[in-house]
């Protein structure tokens, strides 16, 4: 449904885009702790990319806040073919202006 969501909503002129859906961040004084809702690609191994991904989301949130990050959940909501994968990338608009 949520992909359903994304495409009406990408058809309605005007509408705008939550980048930060998918991310929820919980913030202390010293810690954090984040929560993160994917889509993955079929055939991906699903272990090493949450594996992955909390490696990299841990280093860049340690990095550039100084917080302590105490856990990364992980949440697969979703798995798609590659054929449904190639409609979630718009590639005919630039990403940066």
């Given at each position: 449904?949520?992909r359903?969501?994304?495409a009406?909503?990408?058809r309605?002129?005007?509408?705008?885009?939550?980048?930060?859906?998918g991310?929820a961040?919980?913030?202390?004084?010293k810690?954090a702790a984040?929560?993160?809702g994917?889509i993955?690609?079929?055939?991906?191994?699903?272990h090493?990319?949450a594996?992955?991904?909390?490696h990299?989301?841990?280093?860049?949130?340690?990095?550039?806040?100084g917080?302590?990050?105490?856990?990364?959940?992980?949440?697969?909501?979703?798995?798609v073919?590659?054929?449904?994968?190639?409609?979630?990338?718009d590639?005919?608009?630039?990403?940066?202006?």
């Open positions: 449904t949520t359903v969501v994304g009406l909503r990408d309605i002129p005007g509408a705008r885009i939550n980048h930060g859906q991310v961040v919980e913030v202390g004084e810690q984040i929560d993160i994917i993955a690609e079929y055939g991906v191994a699903l090493e990319l594996v992955a991904i909390r990299n989301v841990i280093g860049a949130v340690e990095r550039m806040t917080l302590e990050v105490t856990e990364v959940n992980i949440t697969v909501f979703d798995v073919l590659h054929d449904e994968a190639a409609g979630l990338v590639d005919t608009k630039p990403r940066v202006q």
